[in-house]
């Protein structure tokens, strides 16, 4: 298990549409591992295979209520959605940028766990908002791309400002 760098705002890597994964083997759950790893020390809620540079179906969160159990999701798919909810988000990749965005309130995804096995997740609050954005990252899509183009415009221009180092997650390595 390792922390991998974590990719930012303007590598193709975040831009692209993943591929599915074939089969759940021991690279894996090995990519599964360094995604927590690197989360953790990121102090994320959830990591995406592309932000990593991995252009696979493939995400884990952890949004740390006691009561919602950390987890990875391999080719999932929302299957269900509903209702709508504005609140704040930032992202892994866009360091230091939050902004409020309108996500579904409930959702339905199935996909994949570690272990390859099938699993359901009916998720509310926080964790529908975390699934959506990580989901989101599988498809080549950030945040700010569900930002008013006003909105979009003002926060692309303020990154275009920051030096380098500015721009770097905590965990670069």
Not at 40 to 64: C, S
Not at 116 to 139: M, N, V
Request: proline share 5%.
């Amino acid at each position: 298990m390792a922390v991998r760098e974590i990719r930012v705002l303007g590598d193709p890597a975040l831009r692209a549409r993943c591929e599915e994964v074939e089969t759940v083997d021991d690279e894996v759950r090995r990519l599964v591992d360094d995604l927590i790893d690197t989360m953790e020390a990121a102090d994320g809620i959830g990591l995406a295979a592309p932000q990593v540079g991995i252009p696979l179906r493939v995400f884990v969160y952890d949004i740390r209520d006691p009561d919602i159990e950390p987890g990875a999701l391999i080719n999932p798919r929302i299957v269900e959605a509903g209702g709508t909810v504005r609140d704040t988000e930032g992202c892994l990749s866009i360091p230091g940028f939050d902004e409020t965005v309108e996500r579904y309130a409930t959702v339905v995804v199935e996909g994949l766990d570690r272990e390859g096995r099938e699993i359901r997740i009916e998720a509310d609050d926080l964790l529908s908002r975390c699934l959506q954005h990580e989901y989101d990252h599988l498809d080549g899509v950030l945040f700010i791309d569900r930002l008013s183009p006003l909105k979009r415009r003002m926060l692309l221009n303020k990154w275009a400002k920051l030096d380098e180092s500015e721009r770097r997650p905590a965990t670069a390595v």
